[in-house]
């Protein structure tokens, strides 16, 4: 008897985090708050289990992990262009995002996963054009964050 409460006590416990974990909606735009080719918001803090879900609000975007810029042990994603792409983001840290038609226009976003465990590494990873720019305002308030 007591096994099987217990069992039935773990099981509504897995099913509660699971219903807690929050889905964030990023759209992908030609124009935005921020200027043009952006992903709106381009900072998203979440917990371990919640999902992102890219929406290609104008055409021609979409949205990719860019390499090391994920956690160590975290699956990479890429969605195709004009599509929309809901990921599940299991692994704490930093995951750095790209449209890869746009990179070089600076239309990139970064994902804090509960505490930045790769942030340093992420931040080391060089990039080209004005992606270099948006990343270094990005990591700014990543960093920001870590500290509140």
């Known amino acids: ?6 069992a039935a006590a773990i099981a509504l416990l897995s099913m509660a985090g699971a219903a807690n974990a ?6 992908m735009l030609n124009k935005g708050e921020k200027g043009s080719m952006v992903f709106q918001p ?40 004009s599509e929309e792409i ?17 990179y070089g226009m600076g239309m990139v976003a970064l994902i804090v996963v509960g505490k930045s465990v790769n942030l340093d590494a992420a931040e080391a990873v060089k990039q080209a054009g004005k992606a270099k720019t948006v990343f270094a305002e990005l990591f700014a308030e990543a960093t920001k964050a870590a500290s509140n």
């Open 42 to 81: 381009d900072f998203v803090r979440a917990a371990p289990g919640d999902t992102v879900k890219f929406v290609p609000t104008d055409k021609t975007h979409n949205a990719e992990s860019i390499k090391d810029m994920v956690p160590e042990g975290a699956q990479p994603f890429r969605g195709k262009p």
């Open 86 to 102: 809901t990921v599940t983001l299991t692994k704490e840290g930093v995951y750095g995002v790209k449209c890869a038609p746009h």
């Open 1 to 6: 008897m007591k096994l099987t409460l217990a």
């Open 22 to 27: 929050a889905e964030h909606v990023v759209q």
